[in-house]
């Protein structure tokens, strides 16, 4: 499959197309396998501060179904989640495996990085020579690593982790790397937006990032842009309360100022998403969430309301 044709299949969604990127992805990731020498892709990856929840939205992956992600697209060296070993053999493993496969491998972090008091509110591994934090191990990692990628808006912008007052100084994993990390933010991550980042770096290398380091065939579009409640913010028709079905930006919806594709590749083996059983979008993939979300459902300022509706026709040429 050519790079243009895979863009075009993510983009399939957003031109009203049925058929879906899950739909063809492992077929396309087996083509290129079988053309080419290049085996499955190797992948650490570290949880660190969060709730785990990204881990859990990767197990919902479908089609590629999980083991088929295991068994056809990436080899899984290190994972406190997925791998059977524990203890000594477990830290064995993780460090034994990027030294091997130095700069030939992906590093992926799930969580934020706690930094003050030198990290100690984290620490991935205790040994009888002391312990490692995770700053430590994402800094040494991070070095060897081909590719970083940060799953979920905690590893990505700090999240719910550095949420106010953040006593453990917790950040993105950017900030504490001097490379590019590439950001797949969300609370939590769309599956599709995890395992299209690996189908890409597998068939093409490094995707093209917006300005937050996110990958652009996932980010582009502002929710609102492609919302199905548009017509109804269009003619200044919004809900009286939760549950009316007209547009939610009276009810505090972060649409207009969140990136994401929610509306039409949705979640739940993409049949739904939070706008649609009629709960406000609250910008779970920004920067700044959730401070610059908080309190949920409360209505943006009204200078915001006016500039989203100023730049509305400029945004859906
Ligand atoms: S404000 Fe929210 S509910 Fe209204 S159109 Fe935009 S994204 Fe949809």
């Known amino acids: 499959m050519e790079h243009i044709e895979f863009l075009?299949?993510?983009?399939?969604?957003?031109?009203?197309n049925n058929s879906n990127l899950a739909e063809k992805l492992l077929p396309a990731v087996r083509t290129f396998f079988s053309k080419s020498k290049q085996g499955k892709l190797p992948v650490i990856w570290l949880e660190t501060s969060d709730s785990g929840d990204n881990n859990i939205a990767f197990m919902n992956?479908?089609?590629?179904y999980l083991q088929q992600v295991f068994t056809d697209m990436i080899d899984l060296l290190y994972s406190n989640t997925f791998m059977a070993a524990q203890g000594a053999d477990a830290v064995q493993q993780l460090f034994s495996s990027a030294k091997a496969l130095k700069g030939r491998f992906v590093l992926v972090v799930e969580g934020a990085i706690p930094?003050?008091?030198g990290g100690i509110y984290n620490v991935i591994v205790r040994t009888k020579k002391?312990?490692?934090t995770a700053l430590q191990a994402v800094q040494e990692l991070g070095e060897l690593a081909q590719y970083v990628v940060a799953i979920g808006t905690c590893a990505s912008f700090g999240g719910a982790s550095s949420a106010k007052p953040n006593i453990?100084?917790?950040v993105g994993v950017s900030s504490v790397l001097n490379r590019e990390v590439i950001n797949v933010s969300g609370c939590p991550v769309n599956p599709d937006w995890f395992v299209g980042t690996l189908a890409h770096l597998i068939m093409y290398g490094r995707p093209e990032l917006d300005e937050l380091g996110r990958p652009k065939i996932f980010y582009e579009f502002t929710v609102h842009k492609h919302c199905q409640r548009r017509s109804y913010f269009d003619k200044e028709d919004f809900a009286a309360k939760l549950g009316d079905r007209e547009c939610m930006f009276s009810q505090g919806c972060a649409g207009p100022k969140t990136n994401s594709d929610c509306p039409y590749r949705q979640w739940i083996n993409h049949v739904s998403w939070p706008v649609k059983v009629?709960?406000?979008c609250i910008g779970c993939t920004n920067k700044d969430f959730p401070d610059g979300s908080s309190p949920f459902f409360t209505p943006l300022p009204e200078k915001e309301k006016h500039a989203v509706q100023s730049d509305k026709k400029g945004e859906r040429k």
Do not use: V
């Not at 075009?8 to 009203?16: A, D, K, P, V």
């Not at 992956?61 to 590629?64: D, F, K, Q, R, S």
């Open 115 to 117: 930094t003050n008091d």
């Open 168 to 170: 453990t100084g917790s």
């Open 8 to 16: 075009q299949l993510c983009e399939q969604y957003r031109l009203g």
């Open 61 to 64: 992956t479908t089609y590629p």
């Open 278 to 280: 009629n709960t406000p």
């Open 130 to 132: 002391g312990d490692i």
